[in-house]
């Protein structure tokens, strides 16, 4: 399931010095049986390393841990990079949708910092963007809000990716 998204292979992930990752979401679901209510757990986190490589992951288990732990390996799977201009920052605005969430996403200019919910700041956080302007638009469930983040910054190209695809030289 690619989706458009062209993620890193295996080399560039090992040339990555350090990433962290910070979890955005833990889902407790409930079945009931003969003994009662057995619980599972589906975690949601977003790996980066501060300098335009990001990635999301969603790991289900009986416990707790043991999905945090299989979300940030998923994550870890999941890795793309995201085109920054040199004041950290998108190059463009871009819109992109999945499910019933749309999310939104404007260059801002330095000093405007991050401004965005939850679920839209730490993909933006973990991929090193300093300022931005989000908006969230129909469904503000987690998990698809996150996916739609990660579709907009796969859509972003930077001036020269666009003027290659034209064939034409364009202003600064």
């Known amino acids: 399931m690619n989706d458009g998204i062209r993620y890193l292979d295996i080399n560039e ?3 990555l010095s350090e990433l962290s990752e910070v979890m955005v979401r ?5 079945v009931v049986v003969k003994g009662g209510r057995r619980f599972s757990f589906a975690a949601l986190t977003v790996s980066g390393d501060g ?9 289900k288990g009986r416990q707790v841990p043991g ?18 201009t040199s004041t950290n920052t998108i190059p463009h605005a871009v819109e992109a949708t999945f499910g019933a969430s749309r999310v939104r996403l404007v260059p801002a200019s330095p000093g405007t910092g991050i401004i965005a919910g939850a679920a839209v700041r730490a993909v933006c956080e973990m991929a090193g963007i300093k300022d931005i302007l989000t908006k969230n638009y129909g469904s503000t469930n987690p998990v698809n809000v996150v996916k739609a983040a990660t ?13 290659a695809l034209r064939g034409v030289e364009l202003g600064a």
């Open 67 to 84: 999905a945090i732990e299989k979300a940030g390996r998923d994550a870890r799977k999941h890795l793309m990079r995201v085109p920054l």
């Open 13 to 15: 992930v090992e040339q």
């Open 151 to 163: 579709h907009a910054l796969a859509q972003l190209r930077t001036h020269e990716e666009t003027r």
């Open 51 to 59: 300098r335009g490589v990001v990635g999301i992951g969603y790991g």
């Open 26 to 30: 833990v889902n407790r679901c409930a």
